[in-house]
């Protein structure tokens, strides 16, 4: 009866694996992946994922375009216009990807302290004269120049995307201790 009982309960220990390894590729597939794309033609940035939603501007077709890694939203994507810093909707089959990069490990946050709280801590601080345009774990934060801005993160992995007018972004993936503080400081 215990070979039984062994034999029956492979299968169901089999089919869990096999349906969190799904759930985590379906739940998270572009998480690990900044998108960059342009326009085949001239198209409506949207200020919201819909038809109704304001439009913010006309993007050309020669704008670099960073497709954010979340959830297509009635046909939407999130995107940030590299030449105008800023982000909108633009209709998802309108987006023509052209290479997708994996974020890598970087270190641009560098230790401050301790806090007491047991979270991560993270200071932001623009030392440019330039406008950021900042993505942390799926949160947009626009730094005007000079500015500093603190967050607070509970999760340790922190993948993040950051632009400014004309510059070609910087990305990547840190894994943070909790606990900690921390700072990124924004140079050109």
Not at 43 to 63: A, D, K, V
Request: net charge neutral.
């Amino acid at each position: 009866m215990v070979v039984c009982l062994n034999l029956v309960m492979k299968p169901i220990i089999s089919k869990s694996i096999i349906f969190l390894l799904l759930l985590a590729v379906y739940k998270f597939p572009l998480y690990g992946q900044l998108k960059l794309g342009g326009t085949r033609s001239e198209i409506n940035f949207r200020e919201g994922p819909g038809l109704n939603s304001r439009i913010l501007s006309t993007i050309s077709s020669s704008n670099l375009l960073v497709i954010l890694p979340r959830e297509v939203q009635n046909g939407f994507v999130e995107v940030f216009d590299i030449e105008s810093n800023s982000f909108g909707f633009v209709y998802e089959s309108l987006i023509k990807v052209t290479d997708t990069l994996n974020f890598q490990k970087q270190h641009f946050f560098e230790r401050s302290g301790e806090n007491e709280n047991g979270d991560i801590e993270i200071e932001l601080i623009n030392r440019t004269d330039k406008s950021l345009f900042v993505w942390i774990n799926k949160n947009i934060i626009n730094l005007t120049p000079h500015e500093k801005k603190n967050l607070i993160f509970n999760d340790q992995e922190i993948i993040y995307f950051s632009s400014a007018p004309g510059l070609y972004p910087v990305f990547g993936r840190e894994i943070l201790k909790k606990g900690n503080s921390y700072k990124w400081n924004f140079t050109i």
